[in-house]
T-cell receptor, first 115, second 112 residues
Framework: DTGVSQDPRHKITKRGQNVTFRCDPI?????LYWYRQTLGQGPEFLTY????????KSRLLSDRFSAERPKGSFSTLEIQRTEQGDSAMYLC?????????????FGEGSRLTVL | AQSVSQHNHHVILSEAASLELGCNYS??????LFWYVQYPGQHLQLLLK??????LVKGIKGFEAEFIKSKFSFNLRKPSVQWSDTAEYFC??????????FGTGTRLLVSP
């Protein structure tokens, strides 16, 4: 499968614990995005990388959230001291900067449940 | 910042009925508009997009959308829906350089 892959698909954790999600984009894509989706809402932009550079962060991304893309390939999203309000689906997407088609290719998401 | 409104949160249709899902974005100028679809248990995927040119855009699976600049709208249409069109549909507008702003989505249920 050559699409965007995310791991884990599901994570249940207790409030206060730290969690980390991983995203592997389509290999030739240099842009990588993280979105969050809660029930009844559309995906909300969290952050965006071009290669290893984090170019934009949403105000939704509090200081408990950190994202990295150290070698310009896979990315991780870490949430520290999780809260119940962090329960959501975390979506990763990638795109090719050279084509500029505007099409984002999404993974199947990582669902977080904070108890 | 851009915002997107989708007026119908849930739509139920019988097979062969016609479909129109509303989408409005908040402000004008040059806009790039998209419809994404999420089938049950699957990831979001692109249905169609508008960048420029003909305001009537055709996408996959018989879907089309019409960009009406004066109405800030980009409604999705299909003349005859099938059971397999049951999914959630999201309208989105590009903000800045490849950041998408999504609407809240419309859940479509097509009964056989």
């Amino acid at each position: 499968d050559t699409g965007v892959s995310q791991d884990p698909r599901h994570k249940i954790t207790k409030r206060g614990q730290n969690v980390t999600f991983r995203c592997d984009p389509i290999s030739e894509h240099n842009r990588l995005y993280w979105y969050r989706q809660t029930l009844g809402q559309g995906p909300e932009f969290l952050t965006y990388f071009q290669n290893e550079a984090q170019l934009e962060k949403s105000r939704l991304l509090s200081d408990r959230f950190s994202a990295e893309r150290p070698k310009g390939s896979f990315s991780t999203l870490e949430i520290q001291r999780t809260e119940q309000g962090d329960s959501a689906m975390y979506l990763c997407a990638s795109s090719s900067g050279s084509s500029n088609t505007g099409e984002l290719f999404f993974g199947e998401g990582s669902r977080l449940t904070v108890l | 910042a851009q915002s997107v409104s989708q007026h119908n949160h849930h739509v139920i249709l019988s097979e062969a009925a016609s479909l129109e899902l509303g989408c409005n974005y908040s402000y004008g100028g040059t806009v790039n508009l998209f419809w994404y679809v999420q089938y049950p248990g699957q990831h979001l995927q692109l249905l169609l997009k508008y960048f420029s040119g003909d305001p009537l855009v055709k996408g996959i699976k018989g879907f089309e959308a019409e960009f009406i600049k004066s109405k800030f709208s980009f409604n999705l249409r299909k003349p005859s829906v099938q059971w397999s069109d049951t999914a959630e549909y999201f309208c989105a507008v590009m903000e800045g350089f490849q950041k998408l702003v999504f609407g809240t989505g419309t859940r479509l249920l097509v009964s056989p």
